[in-house]
């Protein structure tokens, strides 16, 4: 959307139109989910809720264009999602198991593990970066920030998100390259 398409729908949802905030929502949400269940799989939703819980509160205090908003909801997501790992490492839960009629249902481990394996083995090899590193990637690859947006994020500069970035991706090659070598093996 162009900048004068981005200030008017941004000034018909503060003005209340409920139309013109889903089409910011729509624009940037499923960025925001990947990028939060990235950090935090069981807290992503609820990070995400209370991510655009406050994008409406602040929504009149916000300034800048469709580049600082997508930067500053995602700056938002980050925050809930660090206060909720935070909150969960200090009062640690153990999950109610899912009943039907009574009965415990046992999930069907091979389903599981085929629908997770693949993105359980890429947050696996991110994870193993340094955590700039890995915040870099997850922005720019799975969120489809820019490398100005990340910066924003990440109180970075443009710069440091594109060195990041090109040292992150050069190191997740090199370790596919060194998995790839010992299955040859």
Excluded: C
Aim: hydrophobic residues 45%.
């Amino acid at each position: 959307m162009d900048e004068a398409g981005f200030d008017a729908i941004l000034a018909r949802t503060r003005a209340g139109d409920a139309q013109s905030f889903a089409v910011l929502y729509t624009a940037i949400h499923p960025g925001l989910l990947r990028f939060l269940r990235s950090q935090d799989p069981s807290g992503a939703e609820d990070a995400a809720s209370e991510t655009w819980l406050d994008v409406a509160r602040g929504l009149d205090g916000f300034t800048g264009g469709e580049s600082e908003f997508r930067a500053w909801v995602f700056t938002i997501g980050r925050h809930k999602v660090i206060d909720q790992v935070r909150v969960e490492m200090r009062r640690p839960t153990v999950p109610w198991p899912e009943t039907e009629q009574g009965r415990l249902l046992a999930p069907d481990a091979a389903d599981i593990f085929e629908r997770a394996d693949g993105t359980r083995a890429a947050l696996a090899l991110v994870a193993r970066l340094s955590p700039d590193q890995a915040d870099v990637i997850l922005l720019r690859v799975l969120a489809g920030l820019s490398n100005d947006e990340a910066a924003a994020v990440l109180g970075k500069t443009s710069g440091a998100v594109r060195v990041l970035a090109h040292r992150g991706l050069r190191r997740l090659g090199a370790m596919l390259a060194q998995q790839a070598t010992r299955e040859q093996v």
